[in-house]
């Protein structure tokens, strides 16, 4: 069983040639749809784990395309005899899509400067993003370092959540400067890759080839730096490279998910030193931005999607963009796959794992909003004791959409209304439940809150 032991790193190696075997057989539109999903968790014996974002995927893909990933799996490792694949939570998925580092086509070897940079994503370039009001400021930050010949702010930082476009903007950059002058050095890597290349140097006593062959980088850009944190010996190694690419006015461009002040776990020196150039964050996406880029995904694939199925879609699948193309790609493959006619009703059935995560998102301070609004009471009365029926009802009544919409408990809800106790939530739920059959006001009521609020 020794030979089977594959590292991490390896297994995201294996699967990036598996997944590039499966692009070259299936096609982009097949392996964007039901491959790309898919993300290596662990070996385990003679068996893969995979795991795919949704029941819906992981069945299609078993029924489909199975037996191929297995063969393939085990032309790369003979140790792999079987593949399973498992579904995991919302919160696991954007854990392993934040680590996971993108499978991408190679298409020219020299294209890997100093024979460290991974390849870049053809699809990643400023043409195809979508400028709004979330995410300009880091736009115009990064077409005006991948456009000046001097160095304009080192290092450009740019943070924000998962799935917000960060890595496009540095795919972006990169070909942008490659395009204009071609003969410039850049790296382009995750921070795991560059950890991998330092570890491998200390291992293999080979540091001195390490330093050498970062120091003779032009543009230097590490992905979701993040990672390092924590991991002090790599974060040393990262300040000394950093250091000397700045002192040699060597650009150097890095993404995180957090501000530099904020990323726990790393170095004062190295936090304020990232601080140093231009910071720019990209925001959580606007309606309109989502719109925006629905259309331009919709505008380049061959099926029609009427624009009330992208409006139904930007409205609901608000999480990041990386959700929101999964969500588009899922549609579009039930309707070239299975036939089906792409209409907000089955738009809905499609996406109906997606939309019960986004639904659990309702706060409580909204529903109480809502309804304190639709029953025109003041906000405070939803905290107050008074028990004028006026009043009690819609309190019930928010206490009872608080319990249905969002995943708190009794005792927290009652928290949430000025301290009730949990038995006179528990309360409201069963009177509000007897009021929807036998008041029709009531369970109108509910009905229309309740659409308002998970719109
Ligand atoms: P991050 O690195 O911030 O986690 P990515 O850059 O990987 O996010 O973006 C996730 C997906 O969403 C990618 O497929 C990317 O092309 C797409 N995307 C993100 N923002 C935009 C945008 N503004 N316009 C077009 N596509 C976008
Ligand atoms: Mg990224």
């Known amino acids: 069983m020794g030979d089977c032991f594959v590292s991490d790193i390896d297994l995201e190696v294996l699967w990036n040639s598996v997944y590039r075997k499966l692009r070259s057989e299936l096609g982009d539109p097949v392996v964007d749809s039901w491959i ?25 893909v078993l029924n489909n395309y199975h037996r191929r990933i297995v063969d393939l799996c085990n032309q790369e490792n003979s140790c792999i005899k079987r593949v399973d694949i498992s579904v995991l939570s919302q919160e696991e998925v954007a854990e392993s899509v934040r680590t996971k ?19 870049l994503d053809p699809k990643l370039t400023f043409e195809n993003f979508v400028v709004g009001k979330p995410n300009e400021l880091a736009y115009a930050a990064a077409l005006r370092v991948a456009e000046s010949d001097s160095v304009a702010f080192n290092p450009l930082f740019l943070y924000g959540a998962v799935g917000l476009g960060k890595t496009h903007l540095m795919h972006a950059i990169a070909w942008s400067i490659k395009h204009r002058s071609p003969s410039r050095n850049i790296a382009y890597m995750s921070a795991e890759k560059f950890m991998y290349h330092f570890v491998r140097s200390v291992r293999y006593k080979d540091t001195m ?24 010996s790599t974060q040393e190694e990262f300040f000394h490279t950093f250091n000397a690419l700045v002192d040699n006015n060597r650009q150097v461009i890095v993404s995180a998910d957090k501000s530099p002040s904020d990323l726990d776990g790393m170095e004062e020196r190295l936090k ?22 629905l259309h331009a995904k919709a505008a380049a694939c061959t ?85 004028a029926r006026q009043l009690a009802l819609p309190r019930q009544i928010a206490m009872y959409l608080a319990k249905k919409l969002t995943t708190l408990s009794l005792p927290e809800i009652g928290k949430s209304f000025g301290g009730k106790n949990h038995t006179t939530v528990l309360h409201a739920v069963k009177k509000i439940n007897k009021l929807i059959d036998s008041d029709n006001s009531v369970s109108e009521d509910i009905k229309l809150l309740t659409h308002i609020l998970i719109r």
């Not at 790309?36 to 299609?60: C, E, I, N, Q, Y």
């Not at 580092?101 to 390849?119: E, Y």
């Not at 990386?322 to 309707?335: K, P």
């Open 36 to 60: 790309s999903p898919l993300s290596p968790g662990k070996l385990d014996g003679d068996t893969l784990h995979l795991v795919a974002p949704s029941m819906f995927f992981r069945d299609w």
């Open 303 to 387: 099926v029609k999607i009427p624009d009330k199925v992208l409006e139904f879609v930007a409205h609901k699948v608000t999480s990041n963009v990386r959700e929101l193309e999964g969500a588009l790609n899922r549609i579009i493959a039930s309707a070239v796959f299975i036939g089906r006619e792409i209409t907000v009703e089955n738009a809905r059935e499609v996406l109906s794992d997606l939309l019960r995560t986004s639904e659990r998102k309702v706060t409580i301070e909204e529903i109480q909003k809502k309804v304190a609004v639709h029953y025109a009471i003041k906000l405070s009365d939803m905290f107050s004791p008074r028990r």
């Open 101 to 119: 580092s993108k499978a991408v086509s190679t298409k020219n070897k020299s294209d890997d400067a100093a024979g460290l940079s991974i390849p």
């Open 272 to 293: 304020s030193r990232l601080g140093w150039g231009l910071v720019a964050d990209i925001h959580p996406t606007t309606y309109e931005l989502r719109l925006g880029i």
């Open 209 to 232: 080839a390490f330093k050498d062959q970062f120091r003779a980088v032009d543009v230097l850009m590490i992905d979701d730096i993040q990672f390092i944190c924590g991991k002090e």
